[in-house]
């Protein structure tokens, strides 16, 4: 079992930064492919990116490539979320969700995909 607990969020300017994190709490960390999804009001949540167990692979959804980039840092059990250049339409909460994986390089896009979730962190950018 894994407790994730996500924190960054706020309320930014067009074009500002921010930079989420996932403190996952449990044993063997190491184990678990990570993702960051977002859900807007009255939208689906949807998958921003993933990253692999060793942080050898990532993905980003279209929308997001070359502004944010997900990381991770096995040795202190946190994944990371860097967003820059930030637009209205990322508005969402932000959640960061874990399952346990066999390989170490494969990474999970789908939402019925993650066995954990976190509660969720606000992200409001504005115009």
């Known amino acids: 079992q894994v407790q994730l607990v996500e924190s960054g969020g706020g309320l930014v300017q067009a074009g500002g930064s921010l930079r989420l994190t996932c403190a996952a709490s449990?044993?063997?960390?190491?184990?678990?492919?990570m993702g960051w999804f977002r859900q807007a009001p009255g939208k689906e949540r949807e998958c921003v990116s993933v990253?692999?167990?060793?942080?050898?692979?990532?993905y980003y959804t279209d929308s997001v490539k070359g502004r944010f980039t997900i990381s991770r840092d096995n040795a202190k059990n946190t994944v990371y979320l860097q967003m820059n250049s930030l637009q209205p339409e990322d508005t969402a909460v932000y959640y960061c969700?874990?399952?346990?994986?066999?390989?170490?390089?494969?990474?999970?896009?789908?939402?019925?995909?993650?066995?954990?979730w976190g509660q969720g962190t606000q992200v409001t950018v504005s115009s």
């Open positions: 449990g044993r063997a960390f190491n184990m678990y492919a």
């Open positions: 969700a874990a399952r346990a994986a066999t390989s170490g390089t494969r990474t999970f896009r789908r939402r019925s995909e993650y066995d954990y």
């Open positions: 990253i692999s167990r060793n942080a050898g692979n990532t």
